[in-house]
């Protein structure tokens, strides 16, 4: 499974982003894909997750009622909509697939990992 996303950019505070990742490969094993976030001098942090069979998401607190994920499934690409971003959204953004049934929320349980894209919000 081959993951690329893109995106990212530089935004005002209370501004939108729309990032996208693309999914390649064997995707047929993918049962969720989701997406992190890694700031400078902190760790990888679980931001959201969608299930592609059925839809079902999940998110971090920080974002709740701020992000929203989709997946186009035909199209094996998900997507991030961020609105009302604030300075401390400013990170590396991941898309990454796992392969189990299980929703895990911990990085290290997700096996497959897109390059990462920029979010900059400035205040």
């Known amino acids: 499974v081959q993951l690329q996303a893109c995106g990212g950019g530089l935004v005002q505070a209370g501004g939108s982003l729309r990032l996208s990742c693309g999914a390649s490969?064997?995707?047929?094993?993918?049962?969720?894909m989701g997406w992190f976030r890694q700031a400078p001098g902190k760790e990888r942090e679980f931001i959201s997750a969608i299930t592609l069979s059925g839809g079902s998401t999940v998110y971090a607190d920080s974002v709740k009622g701020r992000f929203t994920i989709s997946a186009d499934n035909p199209m094996n690409t998900i997507y991030l909509q961020m609105n009302s971003l604030k300075p401390e959204d400013t990170a590396v953004y991941y898309c990454a697939a796992r392969t189990s049934r299980l929703m895990i929320t911990a990085p290290r349980q997700w096996g497959y990992w897109g390059s990462g894209t920029q979010v900059t919000v400035s205040s």
């Open positions: 490969g064997r995707t047929f094993m993918i049962y969720h």
